[in-house]
């Protein structure tokens, strides 16, 4: 019986590891144009919760680059002052994307081309130029 249940679970766990799938940054986010989503902040050490309300304004047709829109809002859910952010999205072939701010050429990885969980990231790359 013991026999059993060990190979029945090793064979479970072989079949679920060769038909993984390989996740990509691009799969986190989102390209659909006037959705909107909202992140909660909870369980924080200073007791401030607050919600961030994310909108996707535009994306080019290849939805390679599209534009959010963020705004804070309080508890109450009225917007904070001066808490409308704008920024872009940029995703790269591989599948990283990318940040960028408005009068700014730089980019900032928010999310790498390939996501493996437990597993720590140790490279120091976190910028692209985009002058290059």
Known sequence: MKKLIVTSTFITALVSVSYATELKGSDYISTEVGSTYNYQRVNADDQDKFTIETTIKSCNNA??????????????????????????????ADGAVYITYPNSQQQTLLLPAKIEFNKIRNDNVTNADTNS
């Open 63 to 92: 939805k390679t680059s599209c534009d959010y829109v963020s705004q804070i809002k309080d508890v109450n859910g009225k917007t904070s002052a001066n808490s409308s952010y704008q920024y872009s999205y940029v995703v790269s």
